[in-house]
């Protein structure tokens, strides 16, 4: 195959992100195609760069100069744009998470598996940062003996106020919940939350911060506080605790400065800067594999173990911090 001839659906934020990386920075797509609700906007993006604009998702995965397809609606809207690229046939790179339900994702593993071919790859980017392929690689290494527990924090400056509790676990864990269990190749088995004493930085129905607890199989447990109004500024944390040694995710380098008498290293603001190599790395080896005619990324099946886990930590934001069980059947050879 020449370029790889890309529709991207949702040209929001991220979906704006994407159409520039794919323009600009990465080699082997071009974006020949776009579509999204607010088409204004669809026609801001897509026009300078020749592409075709559309009003709907279904008219752009059917355009049969499109051969792939880049979902970034947001997740409620995941699920419709799915089912339309595997009807189509066509391999479809849909960021996280992979639909906002255990229920709606397990559809899209049927109807995937039914259609006998792996075209879904997750956005689910933390796998392709340096710093977690690092840290991966010394758990594998054996040298740190087994993994017993983890800290994670994900911390934001702020949220708008369209953001729900929910989506402090749909959204903003999700990511955790992805690389957890890809850093320390063990499945989950239960979930828990306990909401500490609250911000006043917030509008008054959300919940935050909030401390959730996920624990494997084999006993290892899990904690993540995700904390989305923390003022201060966008930060990933990630602390593996094994049985000869700790190992810690290195935090992006950012020149420390001093100045008025004081030491001071700048934090990240935004998503967007944290894990922009990763975002650059993870849609090139898209565009590479899905040229070659492979799905080499997060699949449908951690998409729907995501959100069975998912489904878990909701129920536990609202059971007075009991255990709730996480029940994902074994993976099918499909996606091994
Ligand atoms: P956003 O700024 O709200 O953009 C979504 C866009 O999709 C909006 O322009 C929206 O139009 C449009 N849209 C909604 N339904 C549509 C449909 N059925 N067909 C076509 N367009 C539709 O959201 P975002 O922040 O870019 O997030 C998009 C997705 O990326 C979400 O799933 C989010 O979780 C994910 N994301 C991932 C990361 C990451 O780190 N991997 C980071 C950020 C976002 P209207 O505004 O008119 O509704």
């Avoid at 199989?217 to 930060?235: D, L, Q, T």
């Amino acid at each position: 195959m020449d370029l790889l001839r890309i529709g991207v659906v949702g040209c929001g934020a991220i979906g704006r992100e994407h159409i520039n990386r794919i323009t600009n920075k990465l080699s082997g797509g071009k974006v020949v195609a776009v579509s999204d609700l607010y088409v204004e906007g669809a026609h801001k993006v897509g026009d300078p760069i020749g592409a075709t604009v559309y009003s709907n998702s279904a008219d752009l995965v059917h355009d049969p100069d499109v051969d792939a397809i880049v979902c970034t609606t947001p997740g409620f809207a995941h699920q419709e744009t799915l089912m339309q690229a595997l009807e189509a046939g066509k391999p479809i790179f849909c960021e996280k998470p992979l639909t906002t339900s255990a229920e709606e994702s397990l559809e899209i593993v049927e109807a995937e598996m039914a259609g006998g071919k792996r075209l879904i790859q997750v956005g689910f980017m933390r796998r392709y940062d340096k710093g977690y392929m690092q840290i991966k690689e010394m758990i594998d290494s054996g040298a740190f003996g087994a993994p017993l527990y983890l800290r994670c924090t994900h911390w934001n400056p702020t949220v708008d106020n369209g953001y729900t509790t929910e989506m402090a676990v749909h959204d903003t864990a999700i990511h955790e919940i992805d690389v957890i269990h890809w850093l320390v190749g063990d499945d989950y088995e239960s979930a828990r939350v306990i909401m500490p004493k609250q911000t006043q930085n917030k509008n008054p129905e959300l919940k935050d911060p909030q401390l959730m607890y996920i624990t494997c199989k084999s006993g290892i447990v899990a904690a993540i506080e995700v904390f989305v109004n923390c003022h201060f500024g966008y930060e990933i944390n990630c602390q593996i605790v094994c049985e000869e040694g700790v190992i810690d995710l290195p935090k992006p380098a950012m020149p420390s400065y001093r100045k008025a008498g004081g030491q001071t290293t700048p934090i990240e603001q935004s998503w967007k800067n944290r894990f922009t190599h990763a975002y650059d790395r993870e849609l090139q080896e898209w565009i590479n594999s899905t040229r070659k005619g492979e799905v080499n990324g997060p699949n449908a099946w951690d998409g729907l173990i995501a959100n069975v886990t998912a489904d878990a930590l909701v129920r536990a934001q609202t059971n007075g911090g009991q255990e709730e069980p996480i029940q994902v059947g074994p993976r099918p050879d499909f996606y091994k």
